[in-house]
């Protein structure tokens, strides 16, 4: 049996003795094996016990089918602060045209740490604050956000050239790094 055999029975056992991380878990697994409606059974048995890591993995399997469903799940899951529930929530809410409340999500998932976030929001407020925009964008573009370094080298070509060059370098550097 290879390791990956091992992990699935190991978890299975675990999520079937009622462990909800485990049934999360297990739904992660069977997913990438491409088992979707038995990861869905997971996320789902999860979620339903309280677990916001399986709420938020339920949301984003259900997202193109049953994007009302996502959202009810996702909604669950923010008040717990599940960093990714509260970006998805953001996501979800922006594309659909609810920018001041894809805003407050995002604020919440890019005050976690979550460069995506970081950069959708900063993204939603450059015409209002600009230069909170800035900041945020610096704040991505230091967790290697490739993105957001380009973003603040072109925000910073006129008044910070220096700095501009500096974030523009760092950019080219991370994504031939990724690429390569």
């Known amino acids: 049996m290879d390791a990956n055999s091992e992990l699935e029975v190991s978890t299975r056992k675990a999520a079937e003795a009622g462990n909800v991380q485990a049934m999360s878990n297990l739904g992660g697994l069977l997913l990438v094996?491409?088992?979707?409606?038995e990861a869905e059974r997971w996320f789902r048995q999860s979620a339903e016990r309280g677990d916001p890591t399986g709420m938020s993995n339920l949301a984003a399997l259900l997202s193109d089918r049953a994007p009302a469903e996502a959202e009810t799940w996702l909604r669950r899951a923010a008040p717990h602060?599940?960093?990714?529930?509260?970006h998805n929530l953001g996501f979800m809410l922006h594309q659909r045209g609810a920018v001041d409340e894809a805003a407050k999500w995002y604020l919440m998932a890019a005050q976690r740490g979550y460069a995506s976030s970081m950069y959708n929001y900063a993204k939603l407020i450059e015409e209002t604050d600009p230069l909170e925009a800035d900041r945020w964008w610096e704040r991505a573009a230091g967790t290697g956000d490739v993105g957001s370094m380009r973003k603040l080298a072109e925000r910073l070509q006129v008044r910070d050239p220096e700095r501009a060059a500096a974030w523009a370098r760092k950019a080219e550097e991370s994504a031939r790094g990724a690429s390569g």
């Open 33 to 37: 094996k491409g088992q979707y409606e």
């Open 81 to 86: 602060r599940e960093t990714q529930a509260l």
